[in-house]
């Protein structure tokens, strides 16, 4: 189904990390490497992106963490640190985010979250972080088993809440992530700034756009 570019949106779907928090591993493991072409060579051979998106799907860290130590045992500390220590990749909220948030909930917009998240890091963050708590309804892919960019997952989340694909706005920071929303007919925008997100929802009529955004 062709994505539906045209027409007010009358629901926005929200990512999590990258757009309502600061989640990046570097938050972390810039605490444990003194170098930081170091750090950026475990992060792209060892921990990648790759064997966390395992995480995503539900699998428990004690599966996919023996056999990378396996395969790298004289990393066997810092791999355990991306299970055993993973608040510290979170900086906390994109505050200028969630004044979006809270305004698009003050005018009545329902709003609505789409997060890669693992099973044991979600509830935790829900309680600590309250707007977490402000959507109609969230899809954490790590209790479904199945996680972005698979299409299955925005199917999961409009079938479920019984939205309307062209008029569902989504909103995440990875341009494959919005790709696959716009295959199944959202509407989708990558996440850049607050300011550039401000525009984007000003322009389609939700919000009020400020010249000091």
């Not at 909930?105 to 329902?110: F, L, S, Y």
């Not at 969230?138 to 809440?161: H, I, N």
């Not at 959202?186 to 389609?204: C, D, I, K, N």
Request: aromatic share 10%; with cysteine; hydrophobic share 40%.
């Amino acid at each position: 189904m062709p994505a539906a570019s045209n027409g007010k949106p009358g629901v926005v779907v929200f990512d999590l990390g990258g757009v309502l928090l600061d989640w990046d591993p570097r938050h972390l493991y810039r605490k444990l490497f003194d170098d930081e072409a170091a750090m950026e060579r475990f992060l792209a051979e060892v921990c990648t992106m790759e064997w966390h998106h395992a995480h995503d799907l539900g699998v428990p860290p004690e599966e996919t963490t023996p056999p990378l130590i396996a395969a790298h045992p004289e990393q066997a500390d810092l791999i355990w640190a991306w299970t055993r220590r993973s608040e510290e990749m979170l900086a906390g909220p994109i505050e200028d985010t969630v004044e979006i948030l809270r305004e698009l909930k003050d005018q009545g917009v329902r709003c609505y979250a789409l997060t890669n998240m693992e099973t044991w890091t979600y509830p935790g963050r829900r309680e600590r972080y309250e707007f977490l708590r402000w959507f109609d309804g969230t899809v954490v892919s790590g209790f479904e088993g199945v996680a972005k960019p698979d299409v299955r997952a925005f199917e999961l989340l409009l079938g479920r809440f019984g939205l309307s694909a062209p008029t569902t706005l989504f909103v995440d920071d990875s341009a494959k992530n919005v790709r696959a929303a716009r295959a199944v007919g959202m509407q989708a925008v990558e996440f850049e700034s607050p300011a550039s997100l401000r525009r984007r929802l000003a322009h389609a009529g939700l919000l009020t756009s400020r010249a000091s955004a």
